[in-house]
């Protein structure tokens, strides 16, 4: 099979190097497709459920959501570890898969149970699911700058404006605001007034509620055309609720701002973001999906703030970065891309100190970029982010030996029977590449088989070195592949145009210069450099 192989790959020569061609673009494009992460993700396959219940103390928080949450979230398949914890106010439930789990799938029977539990809970307690984001999914990190606007105003531009805009961006699962002040409307009600009129704090509540309301009410004849009814009770001002009424006492309304102050203020804080010597910033990070190619995310986030600097965010307000993922992965690609090139000129200057032929040596030397591109295409076949550990553990050496052994028998070959006719040359091909072919094909198979071990490593373990034995597997196999009909092939193009055509020196040599009777002889001259002799005619 294999010499049919290599035979099929000389006589074919063009349809070999097309078809490689046509493998190597379908590699650049994998490559552009393929996630490049700067370090490998070793996090679990999880889901968070958060479970507000403001103003509740711990032990409450834990009787009341947690463990009917967690009494609904038991037995979730796939699932190998459930923890919680029950903070003031905040219940949280994270749970792990195994690495084969699919997150989307985990997430949709998690929400499914929840909607089973939702009987179980408090009366305004609703679980929600956390962002499909890793601990290693912030990949942009931001604070809101401006000369003109105060807290107040960059937060509110952060929560409601570039929030909304860059979770528009394909792979942002979340961004996640700090700092600032987040503004709100506070009714400080006055107990004495509250007394004097007969009014309770539950009647206030429920007089913003129903006041804060819009309503339908139909449709009006008037003629031959109908006219809609609406109310409009939506708040916009402060205004709106301090006329809010609460009761009328003698025909005379009693309304919010007969028994409270209204003020603007702000959610209480728990805390403060400072930045360098600034005492007080505005801060928003974006998180990224897990799977997602950074470099394409990083894309979508810089072509949407610049909008936001330009077009949507006030005159004197901007969004500048501190923390930005591409940097990483640039550095990240300038390591490999240099490492690439530095190993390609090395193996050049190698392979032709020892060959001492220049197409010998770029035919060697071609294998490592296709080889690269058919590990780009495992990858995206597979669905699997390359990294710095993956990428640059990759040895050139390795991957040129079989292109390297073959390329010298073929040589090797060549240059000792010299044939002339090009038909004898490519048979002498064929047949040199045959006899390496096997040791070729069973040594790599060895290095392909030392790896196995490797893919028996799990969770953090696997996370780290699989996509290593992956890479290089595949690194392996492409390699293997080029060997056995590019490389071939190119011997065909390049070696045996290369034949030398010189005479043969014919220089008088000592057989034995230490003999005391040495005997010279004459090196015999090459079938074509023989003169024809001159014939003496003898006449009888």
């Known amino acids: 099979m294999l010499n049919r192989l290599i035979e099929t790959c000389v006589h074919r020569r063009f349809a070999a190097v097309i078809a490689i061609a046509l493998v190597a673009a379908f590699g650049v494009h994998a490559y552009r497709e393929t996630p490049i992460e700067a370090f490998p993700d070793v996090t679990n ?6 479970a507000q219940m403001p103003g509740y103390a711990p032990e409450e928080i834990e009787r009341s959501v947690t463990v009917p949450l967690e009494r609904a979230l038991n037995g979730t398949p796939r699932t190998i570890q459930l923890r919680s914890e029950s903070l003031f106010g905040l219940s949280l439930i994270t749970m792990t898969f195994d690495d084969d789990a699919d997150p989307f799938t985990q997430r949709m029977q998690v929400a499914h149970r929840l909607a089973a539990a939702a009987g179980d809970l408090p009366a305004g307690v609703v679980p929600e699911l956390g962002p499909e984001a890793t601990p290693l999914g912030e990949v942009y990190q931001f604070r809101m700058v401006s000369d003109r606007h105060d807290l107040y105003q960059q937060r509110a531009e952060l929560q409601w404006t570039v929030t909304r805009v860059l979770k528009a961006v394909p792979g942002v699962a979340d961004v996640v605001c700090f700092g600032g002040y987040l503004k709100e409307v506070h ?30 009410g139909g449709f009006l004849r008037y003629g031959d055309q109908e006219l809609t009814v609406r109310g409009i009770g939506y708040i916009t001002s402060v205004d709106d609720i301090r006329r809010t009424v609460l009761k009328t006492r003698d025909a005379t309304p009693v309304t919010v701002g007969d028994v409270a102050e209204i003020v603007m203020s702000n959610t209480p804080r728990r805390g403060a973001i400072g930045y360098n010597e600034e005492k007080e910033a505005v801060e928003g990070f974006a998180l990224m999906r897990r799977g997602e190619n950074p470099s394409r995310v990083l894309d979508g986030v810089h072509k949407k703030v610049a909008e936001l600097n330009d077009k949507i965010l006030p005159r004197g307000m901007r969004i500048e970065p501190f923390y930005d993922r591409t940097t990483l992965v640039s550095n990240t690609l300038n390591t490999v891309n240099q490492n ?7 193996v050049v200057a190698v392979a032709w100190l020892f060959l001492r032929s220049i197409a010998g040596s770029l035919i060697v030397a071609a294998v490592i970029p296709l080889a690269l591109l058919g590990a780009f295409i495992g990858l995206y076949l597979m669905k699997l982010p390359a990294n710095l550990i993956s990428m640059g553990a990759i040895d050139f050496g390795i991957l040129v030996d079989g292109a390297v052994v073959l390329v010298e028998s073929v040589m090797h070959a060549v240059q000792h029977e010299r044939p002339e006719r090009r038909r004898d040359v490519l048979r002498l091909i064929i047949r040199a590449a045959d006899q390496v072919a096997r040791p070729t094909l069973f040594a790599m198979l060895i290095i392909i088989a030392a790896l196995v071990p490797v893919f028996t490593l799990e969770q953090v373990e696997g996370r780290i ?24 092939a190119l011997c065909a193009f390049g070696l045996a145009r290369g034949r030398s055509r010189r005479r043969r020196p014919c220089w008088w040599k000592c057989a034995a210069a230490s003999s005391p009777s040495p005997r010279w002889r004459r090196c015999s001259p090459r079938t074509d450099d023989r003169k024809t002799a001159p014939t003496t005619k003898t006449r009888t």
């Open 465 to 488: 070195f699989r996509p290593l034995a992956l890479t290089y597997s595949f690194a392996l196999l492409a390699a293997l592949v080029l060997a056995l009909t590019l490389v071939p």
């Open 45 to 50: 396959a999880q889901v968070t459920v958060i």
């Open 340 to 346: 690439l090139l530095h190993g390609f000129l090395l």
């Open 187 to 216: 009714v400080r009600a006055y107990p004495d007034r509250l007394r004097a009129h007969g009014i309770s704090l539950t009647d206030v509540a429920d007089a913003l509620g129903k006041t804060n309301v819009n309503v339908g």
